[in-house]
């Protein structure tokens, strides 16, 4: 039975509302397997490859290179089995004329982000899906809810997953009292229980992994279990050249050396990009806060902070590490007791949650019901 499937452009992230193709991966007549990466595309943010979600041919590529189109419009027809082309027209033609370019479904965004004051501190936080062990998102320095675009909606399959903005971060209050792991998860606890979470699995990248681990530590009762994503917290090494260069850089020519070790593939370093993080940088106490926080956190490029043994006792942990990570050395995941779960991947830097999105969500989530036990 022959099946004709459309590729879309994807919404990534709640304000996508438009990319542009930057390159097809794929020619027509490629055969194609669920998960291939077939084109790239930009965004106002990011550039990023679009997977595909089935198998079969490729027989249609309908965008151009650089050509700029609405979420939800129609990049591609690939085939599953036979068709001819009449059917495959028919398709196309149907498609064309019920797509509305911004329309409801494109302009959908889902759930939005939610800015609360707690503590005394305003704090953003986005939440997805609903029943199931909630998870927790948690960024790492100069991050914030977005560096979870491409795995909030897919781990929301089934349970609540609520990612946010950590203090002197994104869009949560800058001020910061002792810039250090504890005021850092007592923002996290605070935001569990505006949520009536009693208990949840903590997913930390970076910076985010030591915050993780110093919650399970001071507060176990409240952690199901423990994802480490490039996780601070499990040595000493880490990259000083990179936050002091990131802390220090005013312009985007500045900024582009540091932000580019974040990734394998530098061409993830758009423009865009650089200019967001340049506005983040310029916004009133954010480079106070990122001051205080490399200095407290990561004084003269060592960690201050080593947790590995929280690890050591029966709390469930997945730990996930692109090898080629030049920010914390893959070397810090060796050497775990063998009750964690340890997975490198080849080819992947720092960003690895964003670059190698699908084998990470599947990772996470085939890790999960060890912590519903």
Avoid at 56 to 67: K, P, V
Avoid at 90 to 96: E, M
Avoid at 177 to 198: F, K, M, R, S, Y
Avoid at 225 to 238: D, K, R, S, T
């Amino acid at each position: 039975m022959s099946q004709i499937h459309t590729l879309t452009m994807p919404k990534w992230g709640l304000s996508m509302s438009e990319g542009r193709v930057n390159a097809w991966l794929k020619t027509e007549g490629d055969p194609i397997t669920k998960g291939d990466e077939v084109l790239d595309v930009e965004t106002d943010k990011i550039s990023s490859s679009v997977e595909a979600p089935f198998s079969g041919t490729l027989h249609r590529c309908l965008a151009r290179e650089d050509e700029t189109l609405a979420v939800g419009a129609l990049l591609a027809i690939v085939v599953e089995g036979e068709a001819s082309d009449e059917e495959i027209e028919a398709v196309i033609a149907r498609f064309q004329e019920d797509f509305v370019p911004g329309g409801e479904d494109a302009a959908d965004a889902g759930p939005q982000a939610q800015r609360i004051e707690l503590d005394g501190r305003p704090l953003r936080y986005l939440e997805r899906g609903e029943g199931g062990l909630p998870l927790m998102l948690i960024h790492g320095f100069s991050g914030d809810l977005d560096n979870w675009l491409f795995n909030h909606e897919a781990l929301a399959a089934g349970r609540r997953v609520i990612a946010l903005d950590l203090p002197g971060h994104g869009q949560s209050g800058k001020t910061l009292a002792t810039a250090d792991l504890a005021e850092l998860g007592a923002a996290v606890l605070a935001l569990l229980d505006h949520l009536d979470i009693p208990r949840a699995v903590l997913v930390g990248h970076s910076m985010g992994g030591a915050v993780a681990l110093q919650l399970a530590q001071t507060a176990p009762q409240r952690v199901a279990g423990l994802v480490l994503i490039g996780g601070a917290g499990l040595g000493a090494e880490i990259n000083g050249d990179y936050l002091q260069g990131f802390v220090a850089a005013t312009s985007r020519n500045q900024l582009k050396g540091p932000v580019s070790l974040l990734f394998s593939d530098p061409g993830l370093v758009t423009r865009p990009l650089l200019e967001d993080l340049l506005k983040y940088k310029r916004l009133e106490g954010v480079d106070q806060a990122l001051k205080r926080l490399a200095g407290t956190l990561f004084p003269n490029g060592q960690q201050a902070q080593v947790l590995r043994p929280v690890l050591d006792g029966d709390l469930p942990a997945l730990v996930i590490w692109g090898k080629a990570d030049a920010i914390i050395p893959v070397q810090h995941a060796e050497g775990l007791p063998g009750t964690v779960q340890v997975e490198i991947l080849e080819g992947q830097g720092h960003m690895v949650q964003m670059e190698a999105a699908d084998r990470v969500n599947a990772l996470i989530q085939a890790f999960l019901p060890r912590c519903e036990r």
